[in-house]
């Protein structure tokens, strides 16, 4: 039997570090059969407050022990889908599954879902150990069982050597380490991580992003929902990655296709930059490429969306992609002119005009960078550039 969400865990302003913690409060220890793994489901979700959609139609899979990332801008409705996921805000349409079992009305301690948030939502008043143990302890685990969890879950983040430290003895990232060990000490099949990173300065980012990849090589059957607004983070770490926008997923796809070959403008422009050239006049011409015009030029690139003859489309070329080259002409050559040349310590980042269209070239840094006005030819394989649709993915 569904067990109604309580009528004080559907108000919309709950903070997220109470949430968070909440998701491990009182429940019975999870049985053999719920250790079960675990993909989930959105169907056709929706979420409104006060009639505004905020999250709309969301139909998405995160398959059983596969990392999914939910990208995108500000506002766009990643917390509302996580949030839908873990009980803590109901949807005013659509259904969610976990494994098997529809949660769409159960309450969020009977889900198992672990959960971190971006503020780390630490208790405290009690020790990195004491705060592991804190949803066994109301799941009314046993003292061998709390200790040996604990200990786990503290060795699985490299926190072991902390148990006995206080919240404010801990740096940032080590007080995320220990928030990851108590969602994972009561053992969940599913783990919401809501930009958890981003309270992080750049360097301990890295390296937690790192411990992430391999905390998931650990516990290869953990399903993991992962929240980001940050590109790199999602391309890192996930298998497959949505992208939001406006409350709706307007692109979802293997990680690296999805990089390679963004199904509209905006997907080629939130991950990963890119440059977009309007180009027109599609022709076919095998193995999966196709002509295209950009003003004079004729240009080759792949077609995976299958744009038909003569239509306007994107050429979507990465700043690693475009080459500098020699002499003018040649095949798949574009003339610009140098705007700017940026040293960014491992790279140049060079920005040119092309035919009034402002293109950036990354490359390894150059013994004499051109001067401003310097006209240059630039070259890139067929392969690795993709048409895109002039779609904006609504
Ligand atoms: N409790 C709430 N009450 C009213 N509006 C909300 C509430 N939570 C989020 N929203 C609105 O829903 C939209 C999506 O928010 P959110 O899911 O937090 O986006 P994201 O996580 O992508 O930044 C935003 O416009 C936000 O202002
Ligand atoms: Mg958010």
């Known amino acids: 039997m569904a067990t109604p969400v309580p009528s004080h865990l559907l108000r919309s302003d709950i903070a997220t570090a109470g949430e968070a913690r909440s998701a491990l409060s009182t429940a019975a220890a999870p049985s053999l059969a719920d250790r079960r793994v675990r993909g989930i489901g959105f169907k056709d979700v929706t979420v409104a407050y006060g009639g505004l959609v905020v999250l709309d139609a969301l139909t998405l899979e995160v398959r059983s022990g596969e990392i999914v990332a939910l ?21 005013t349409r659509g259904r969610i599954t976990i494994g098997d079992r529809d949660v769409t009305n159960i309450a ?66 080590q007080q995320q380490r220990v928030a990851i060990a108590r969602a994972l000490a009561i053992r969940p099949q599913v783990l919401l991580l809501d930009e958890p990173l981003s309270a992080l300065d750049a360097q301990i980012r890295r390296s937690m992003l790192d411990e992430l990849a391999k905390l998931h090589r650990e516990l290869p059957s953990l399903t993991v929902l992962y929240v980001t607004h940050d590109q790199t983070e999602a391309l890192t770490l996930a298998d497959h990655i949505g992208i939001m926008r406006d409350g709706k997923l307007i692109a979802f796809g293997a990680s690296r296709s999805l990089y390679r070959h963004p199904p509209n403008r905006f997907s080629a422009e939130f991950l990963g930059r890119a440059n977009l050239l309007p180009v027109t006049s599609v022709q076919p011409i095998g193995r999966g490429l196709a002509e295209v015009r950009f003003g004079e030029a004729v240009l080759a690139a792949t077609n995976p969306h299958g744009l038909p003859q003569g239509a306007d489309c994107l050429l979507c070329v990465r700043p690693h992609d475009l080459r500098l080259r020699q002499g003018e002409g040649g095949h798949n050559a574009l003339a610009g002119i140098v705007e700017s040349v940026q040293w960014q310590g491992e790279a140049n980042s060079i920005v040119l005009d092309v035919e009034g269209h402002r293109l950036r070239l990354t490359c390894a840094p150059l013994g004499e960078p051109p001067e401003p006005g310097t006209p240059l030819a630039l070259a890139f394989d067929p392969h690795v550039v993709t048409l895109v649709p002039e779609t904006s993915g609504d």
């Open 108 to 173: 969020p301690y009977a889900r198992n879902i672990g959960m971190v948030v971006q503020n780390y939502a630490l208790f405290p008043h009690m020790r990195a150990e004491e705060n592991v143990a804190f949803g066994l302890r109301a799941r009314g685990a046993s003292q061998a069982v709390l200790r040996e969890r604990v200990a786990e879950s503290l060795r699985l983040v490299g926190m072991e050597a902390y148990a006995k430290r206080y919240p404010r003895e801990l740096s940032g990232g």
């Open 71 to 91: 990208i995108g801008p500000s506002g766009s409705g990643k917390t509302t889908a996580l949030r839908a996921v873990a009980g803590f805000v109901r949807p």
